[in-house]
Structure formats: structure tokens, C-alpha cells
T-cell receptor, first 111, second 113 residues
Framework: DAKTTQPTSMDCAEGRAANLPCNHSTISGNEYVYWYRQIHSQGPQYIIHGLKNNETNEMASLIITEDRKSSTLILPHATLRDTAVYYC????????????FGQGTRLTINP | DTGVSQNPRHKITKRGQNVTFRCDPISEHNRLYWYRQTLGQGPEFLTYFQNEAQLEKSRLLSDRFSAERPKGSFSTLEIQRTEQGDSAMYLCATCPTGKDEQYFGPGTRLTVT
């Protein structure tokens, strides 16, 4: 699987949009971008995934650049409960089923 | 709560003892995964089942580790002759047919003394 690069940590004020970047410059055409988060002492939680179009769900938006070499996860109105480690993962559409987690970004939402 | 349950939630054992963890998936989720997470690191894949068939095993899964999923329902992960390096959070995740999102359980935290 392609590797991803994320900032180690980020801070965001409560109520503001949190924009989490991810670099996946070696992504191939048959790989999706997935985002998971892990709140302290819990298992990871699926957020969103996409191939090449921007995606939005009730939790977040995913913006993927046209060349697909990077993406941004947007939490539109961050709350204290969004404090977590956010993992950007690149994964084959078919074949390998496992998730390969990196170090992630530790996002802290400040009151 | 994702609906994936894991038991026990915490286990403290002495080096050399055997331990077994259980994962109960969301009903009808045919794919089941085990991951291990050490402090400060992201989860690492251990093994994967589709129904009762174990389709992939990581090289992290030494011969002291064994996983089963009889009848394609719950799964167990056993560690024999535990070592201090086995101390970690063991996570189970399941995935429904036709979907790619994995739903994680709360994990079992193992401490080997």
C-alpha cells in the first residue's frame, strides 16, 4: 500500500473548521483514500473515504486534489469531542483488505 | 458503540501464561480482522477472516499466536507463552459484505508482567 504523510499534531479552536492534510504522493489509480479517527481509549472509527471526487457525509468532508497526491479532511464545526488521532490511509480497491495505519495526526480541539 | 464487542476489556497475565481474547462481530459481517496497537503507534494488522476462512496472516503473527473463527461468527485470538513484548491493545474489526468500512471494537488491553 502507498504510504501517507501527516503532521504529527494540530490544534483547532472549538467551533472552527479543522482541516487535516495528508500527503499520498505515491498513490496509484486503484487506491482509495480512507480516514479513520481514534478517540482516547477507544477503537478506531471510520470517518469517510474517496477515490477522486470530493466526498461529504454527516461527519466530515474529504477534498482530494486533482492529481490525487494529497487530500484534506475537513471537520466543519469542531467540538471538544473531535479531539482524537486522525489516520489517513491509502488502500487498494480490491485485493488487500487490511488497513495500514501510520502515526496519524493528533488533533486537539481547544475551548 | 459500534456493535463489535470484545472480551475481556483488560487482561493482566504473567509472562509464560496463555491468554485468549474473544471478538463478537456485528451480525452478518462476514469479514473479521485482528489488529495490535502498542502505545503511541497506530494499529498493526495481524490477521483477517472471511467467514470461517483465515485468508491473510501478518508476519507479526508468530507461532505463539493463533486465531480462529469457527462457523464464521465470533473469533478468538490466543497467545501462548506470553512475553512482555506482547503487552498491547488487541483490536477486532468487522466489515459487512459489499462494504469497505471496518467497524472496530473497544479492544482488549493486555499487560504481561
Amino acid at each position: 500500500d502507498a504510504k501517507t504523510t501527516q503532521p504529527t499534531s494540530m490544534d483547532c479552536a472549538e467551533g472552527r473548521a479543522a482541516n487535516l492534510p495528508c500527503n499520498h504522493s505515491t498513490i496509484s489509480g486503484n487506491e482509495y483514500v480512507y480516514w479513520y479517527r481514534q478517540i482516547h481509549s477507544q477503537g478506531p472509527q471510520y470517518i469517510i473515504h474517496g477515490l477522486k471526487n470530493n466526498e461529504t457525509n454527516e461527519m466530515a468532508s474529504l477534498i482530494i486534489t486533482e492529481d490525487r497526491k494529497s487530500s484534506t479532511l475537513i471537520l466543519p464545526h469542531a467540538t471538544l469531542r473531535d479531539t482524537a488521532v486522525y489516520y489517513c490511509i491509502v488502500r487498494l480497491i480490491q485485493g488487500a483488505q487490511k488497513l495500514v495505519f501510520g502515526q496519524g495526526t493528533r488533533l486537539t480541539i481547544n475551548p | 458503540d459500534t456493535g463489535v464487542s470484545q472480551n475481556p476489556r483488560h487482561k493482566i497475565t504473567k509472562r509464560g501464561q496463555n491468554v485468549t481474547f474473544r471478538c463478537d462481530p456485528i451480525s452478518e459481517h462476514n469479514r473479521l480482522y485482528w489488529y495490535r496497537q502498542t502505545l503511541g503507534q497506530g494499529p498493526e494488522f495481524l490477521t483477517y477472516f472471511q467467514n470461517e476462512a483465515q485468508l491473510e496472516k501478518s508476519r507479526l503473527l508468530s507461532d505463539r499466536f493463533s486465531a480462529e473463527r469457527p462457523k464464521g461468527s465470533f473469533s478468538t485470538l490466543e497467545i501462548q507463552r506470553t512475553e512482555q513484548g506482547d503487552s498491547a491493545m488487541y483490536l477486532c474489526a468487522t466489515c459487512p459484505t459489499g462494504k469497505d468500512e471496518q467497524y472496530f471494537g473497544p479492544g482488549t488491553r493486555l499487560t504481561v508482567t
